[in-house]
């Protein structure tokens, strides 16, 4: 099993979302995936430009000379997509939608009918693949993902991959805060290497397994708390917050 990972956190390996994400990919690792992992800031990726002459003109190539060129063939042949992103205006990344948007070279141009809607088939020699979601995000509700996960679930269907779950840290800088002191929430990163475990052994990720990576760790009430007093405090010097995004 052949597996892509995509991080668009600008923390990379040192942010929350990489939290998440290591365990997980260990635990694919650990049951015989191969894994490879780029971290879309190392990347040079242009924006598309939307004009389809990866379709039409020249099928399977863009007009663009940067990364994606030796990218796309590995998005092409896995058969595990991970796109790991902290939530950024209730959505991904800058960098994770640019990539996103220059993964159309892997549609064909035709149309067809596909679960009652028009969408374009896979190109040839496209595997067919699973996508998984990593993302965390500062406030410790886990609705605010909504947004993030229709968007993923559509472009999943447009690409015709199967959408295979998504692992979800709420109150993440809250995370990185209790990790460091201490407190008792290994099981959170166990369960994400146990996702990948199962991924990799049943085609799927359990619901129990996701939703002791997304339990509750803070109430809304001490996260007020703790926010609203650094919010009041003088800011002396520029401080990273990891991933805290809303």
Avoid at 35 to 55: F, K, R, S
């Amino acid at each position: 099993m052949k597996v892509l990972a995509i991080n668009s956190s600008p923390h990379k390996d040192k942010g929350n979302t990489a939290l998440i994400l290591t365990p997980f990919l260990e635990g694919m690792k650990e049951a015989g995936a191969e894994v490879e992992l780029y971290y879309t800031l190392d990347l040079m990726i242009n924006p598309c430009m939307g004009d389809h002459a990866c379709q039409f003109k020249t099928p399977g190539k863009c007009i663009h000379s940067d990364d994606m060129q030796w990218l796309l063939p590995k998005v092409s042949q896995a058969d595990v997509w991970v796109w790991a992103t902290p939530l950024y205006g209730s959505g991904m990344t800058g960098t994770m939608k640019m990539f996103m948007d220059r993964l159309l070279p892997l549609a064909d141009a035709s149309i067809e009918v596909r679960g009652g809607r028009l969408r374009h088939p896979s190109a040839a020699g496209r595997k067919k693949s699973k996508a998984v979601l990593v993302s965390t995000c500062g406030l410790p509700e886990i609705e605010s993902f909504d947004p993030l996960i229709a968007h993923i679930k559509e472009k999943c269907a447009n690409s015709d991959s199967e959408f295979a779950g998504a692992l979800l840290r709420p109150a993440g800088p809250a995370m990185a805060s209790m990790l460091k002191n201490g407190a008792p929430i290994t099981d959170i990163f166990n369960a994400a290497r146990d996702a990948g475990l199962q991924l990799a052994h049943d085609g799927k990720i359990s619901g129990e397994t996701l939703g002791i990576v997304s339990r509750p760790i803070i109430s809304k009430e001490a996260m007020m708390q703790i926010v609203n007093q650094i919010a009041m405090k003088p800011v002396k010097n520029s401080v990273s917050t990891e991933d805290s995004q809303k």
